[in-house]
């Protein structure tokens, strides 16, 4: 079975800091990969997502991600965040020739201080 | 535009006592899942199905049974709950099982006492 890792469960920044989130996938075959977002109370919402072409893939509100795929990973990047990015922030895989959905990582939880 | 809609948002059960929670999607997806989401343990997945009249079981299925009598709606049903079980509960759907985004539903806060 695959697995991801999310190697930050907390984080602490203060406005404005660079963000990377590092995630790794354990399956060798073809993947899709995303980052979800949930803010405090509510559902998940994609980030953004690479199913393949350009492994950098940017998403919504300024966020990035790299597929490395030597590396397995998948890190989240964002140059400068704001206290509004205060939120929990799950890796997620879906490999090729599977129905059972997406495996998360177990999540990060990042703390935005003004 | 509804999207995934779940009902109820929040519950209180005593311990084996039954329910179901009620997942639908307007989108006409194939696919749809339920997940449960513990502090520190990401989202895990109970059970799934590929198309209406399956389902399939997933990474954490021991208590739980469902039905996808409908291709709209997927229900989760708890016979017996146990404190175990205590979590939110995620639906999700999607068009297909690969090369595809999941849409979620709001969750369901489920507490067993």
Same mark, same amino acid.
Request: with cysteine.
């Given at each position: 079975?695959?697995?991801?890792?999310?190697?930050?469960?907390?984080?602490?920044l203060?406005?404005?800091?660079?963000?990377?989130?590092?995630?790794?996938?354990? $399956?060798?075959g073809?993947?899709?990969?995303? %980052?979800?977002?949930?803010?405090?109370?509510?559902?998940?919402? !994609? /980030?953004?997502? $690479?199913?393949? #072409?350009?492994? /950098?893939?940017?998403?919504?509100?300024?966020?990035?991600?790299?597929?490395?795929?030597?590396?397995?990973?998948?890190?989240?990047?964002?140059?400068?965040?704001? %206290?509004?990015?205060?939120?929990?922030?799950?890796?997620?895989?879906?490999?090729?020739?599977?129905?059972?959905?997406?495996?998360?990582?177990? #999540?990060?939880? !990042?703390?935005?201080?003004? | 535009?509804?999207? *995934?809609?779940?009902?109820?948002?929040? &519950? *209180?059960?005593?311990?084996?006592? +039954?329910?179901?929670?009620?997942?639908? @999607?307007?989108?006409?997806?194939?696919?749809?899942?339920?997940?449960? @989401?513990?502090?520190?343990?990401?989202? &895990?997945?109970?059970?799934?199905?590929?198309?209406e009249?399956?389902?399939?079981?997933?990474?954490?299925?021991?208590?739980?049974? *469902?039905?996808?009598?409908?291709? @709209?709606?997927?229900?989760?049903?708890?016979?017996?709950?146990?404190?175990? @079980?205590? +979590?939110?509960y995620?639906?999700? +759907?999607?068009?297909?099982?690969?090369?595809?985004?999941?849409?979620?539903?709001?969750?369901?806060?489920?507490?067993?006492?």
């Open positions: 079975a695959q697995s991801v890792s999310q190697h930050n469960h907390h984080v602490i203060s406005e404005a800091a660079s963000l990377e989130l590092g995630c790794n996938y354990s $399956y060798g073809t993947v899709n990969l995303f %980052w979800y977002v949930q803010y405090p109370g509510q559902h998940l919402q !994609l /980030l953004l997502k $690479y199913f393949s #072409g350009d492994p /950098l893939v940017k998403g919504i509100k300024g966020f990035e991600a790299e597929f490395i795929k030597s590396k397995f990973s998948f890190n989240l990047r964002k140059p400068s965040v704001q %206290w509004s990015d205060t939120a929990e922030y799950f890796c997620a895989v879906n490999s090729g020739g599977g129905a059972d959905g997406l495996t998360f990582g177990k #999540g990060t939880h !990042l703390i935005i201080q003004p | 535009n509804a999207g *995934v809609t779940q009902t109820p948002k929040f &519950r *209180v059960l005593k311990t084996g006592q +039954s329910m179901t929670l009620l997942c639908a @999607q307007d989108m006409n997806h194939e696919y749809m899942y339920w997940y449960r @989401q513990d502090p520190g343990m990401g989202l &895990r997945l109970i059970h799934y199905s590929v198309g009249g399956t389902t399939a079981k997933g990474e954490v299925p021991d208590g739980y049974n *469902v039905s996808r009598l409908k291709k @709209q709606n997927f229900l989760l049903g708890l016979e017996s709950a146990a404190p175990s @079980q205590t +979590s939110v995620f639906c999700a +759907s999607s068009l297909f099982s690969f090369n595809t985004e999941a849409f979620f539903g709001q969750g369901t806060r489920l507490t067993v006492v």
